[in-house]
T-cell receptor, first 112, second 112 residues
Framework: DAGVIQSPRHEVTEMGQEVTLRCKPI?????LFWYRQTMMRGLELLIY????????DSGMPEDRFSAKMPNASFSTLKIQPSEPRDSAVYFC??????????FGNGTRLTVT | GESVGLHLPTLSVQEGDNSIINCAYS??????FIWYKQESGKGPQFIID?????DKRQGQRVTVLLNKTVKHLSLQIAATQPGDSAVYFC???????????FGKGNQVVVIP
């Protein structure tokens, strides 16, 4: 099992640019989560999907952030336009029903 | 790692000794608890979980204790090894709610 796969591992971009983070969940998992991790706020849930449908996006910081899950094996988190305060590590996780979340290794985003 | 560090409570433990990591949770409705381990440059990794109808659960070298009366969770690691050096997070979730809330984390440093 390859686990949750995220790409890219690192992203450096300039303020104002669009950033797209990608995630492939574990095959067969029906829930997908996007988290953001910073030293100041720790791990924060941004949004999660059940069966490809967004269920709770209350953690999404603002309209600059959007997430999609066009099918069961792929999700994107987009930031447009990006700002320096968006710099963080973004994690994708997946799970099956009530099983524990399995995390990817994250995308480290640096916005200059 | 890129995401955790400077201001986390730190436990330094001699290799071979037992480690105890504590966590207080605030939501009395939480009924499922998970411990995660995060190594530098990686995503959180599931260690062990416990449901609210139990007060103790054992895994391989790890034991989780739950005290619902005082809303306290602990993780005990037996015979700590250098590979146990990481940040450990407790997480909680309430029944019917898919929002897994993470604590701030505890850094464990194993001294050879």
């Amino acid at each position: 099992d390859a686990g949750v796969i995220q790409s890219p591992r690192h992203e450096v971009t300039e303020m104002g640019q669009e950033v797209t983070l990608r995630c492939k969940p574990i095959s067969g998992h029906n829930s997908l989560f996007w988290y953001r991790q910073t030293m100041m706020r720790g791990l924060e849930l941004l949004i999660y999907f059940n069966n490809n449908v967004p269920i709770d996006d209350s953690g999404m910081p603002e309209d600059r952030f959007s997430a999609k899950m066009p099918n069961a094996s792929f999700s994107t988190l987009k930031i447009q336009p990006s700002e320096p305060r968006d710099s963080a590590v973004y994690f994708c996780a997946s799970s099956l029903r009530d099983s524990p979340l399995h995390f990817g290794n994250g995308t480290r985003l640096t916005v200059t | 790692g890129e995401s955790v560090g400077l201001h986390l409570p730190t436990l330094s433990v001699q290799e071979g000794d037992n480690s105890i990591i504590n966590c207080a949770y605030s939501n009395s409705a939480s009924d499922y608890f998970i411990w995660y381990k995060q190594e530098s440059g990686k995503g959180p990794q599931f260690i062990i979980d416990i449901r609210s109808n139990m007060d103790k659960r054992q895994g391989q070298r790890v034991t989780v204790l739950l005290n619902k009366t005082v809303k306290h969770l602990s993780l005990q690691i037996a015979a700590t090894q250098p590979g146990d050096s990481a940040v450990y997070f407790c997480a909680e979730i309430a029944y019917g709610n898919n929002r897994l809330a993470f604590g701030k984390g505890n850094q464990v440093v194993v001294i050879p």
